[in-house]
């Protein structure tokens, strides 16, 4: 699954058994024909998502805005960003010990 958010564009791969996710940052690039490069960064690595593992997901993003009080009786808004992983394929060996069953996913995983 890919998606653009806070100015990187982001890839979230898996397998059923585990994911990873990385976060690519767009660079001018002078000196060559193209106009940009990419530079990648591992965000997480494999089989530490906070997610379930899965295959064929979605990601999006949704950006809340958030009223908080402050001391003074002041209302201060600030903008708080999430990152939902949707749905996909996963599931553990039958002989595994996580084996529940299932083998698709409905679950979301949300703020990053």
């Known amino acids: 699954a890919t998606l653009v958010t806070r100015g990187k564009l ?7 058994l585990t994911n990873d996710a990385w976060s690519g940052t767009f ?5 060559k024909r193209s106009v940009y490069r990419i530079r990648w960064v591992v965000e997480v690595e494999h089989g530490t998502a906070p997610f ?3 295959c064929a997901m979605c990601a999006v993003t949704q950006v809340r805005t ?3 009080m402050t001391d003074n009786n002041e209302t201060i808004t ?3 960003e999430y990152m939902y992983v949707i749905g996909g394929f996963a599931g ?6 996580r084996w529940n069953g299932e083998r698709t996913r409905v ?6």
Not at 92 to 97: F, I, Q
Not at 107 to 112: A, P, R, S, W
Request: hydrophobic share 35%; aromatic share 10%; no cysteine.
């Open 52 to 54: 379930v593992p899965r």
């Open 92 to 97: 553990w060996p039958r002989d595994d010990l």
């Open 107 to 112: 679950t979301m995983y949300g703020k990053v």
């Open 78 to 80: 600030k903008k708080e």
């Open 27 to 31: 660079i001018r690039d002078e000196e």
């Open 10 to 16: 982001w890839l979230i791969r898996g397998t059923s």
């Open 66 to 68: 958030v009223a908080e």
